[in-house]
């Protein structure tokens, strides 16, 4: 499984708009079909400017990913673009999952 990381750092005077955007923005990169689920996090480290957040999107497939890039990320990126283009500045990453872990306890 692949992890589509988008890592954001966005200017403190849009933050609350673009976290607002980012949450309806989400529901529609996974309307696609192309994802299994998404996080929405934010980076806890001292920053000089702005907010950071990292949005990871977890992949069906490799195959979902390149469909993903092919037919849909243009037109998603775009309005963000739009909307906040010189206060905002994103990357992004693929990881990918070599063994997943997890513990229960009583």
Known sequence: MIIYNVTVNVDETI???????????????LATGKFKDAR??????????GITYAVQYRAF?????????KNHAD?????GLKRF???????RTEL????????TFK
């Open 15 to 29: 933050h609350e708009e673009w976290l607002e955007w980012i949450k309806n923005h989400i529901p529609l990169v």
């Open 40 to 49: 929405l996090t934010k980076v806890l480290v001292e920053e000089e400017e």
């Open 61 to 69: 497939s490799r195959e979902s990913l390149d469909d993903y890039y």
């Open 75 to 79: 037109a998603l990126k775009s309005d």
């Open 85 to 91: 283009s010189d206060k905002m500045l994103a990357f």
């Open 96 to 103: 990918e999952i070599i063994d997943e872990y997890s513990v």
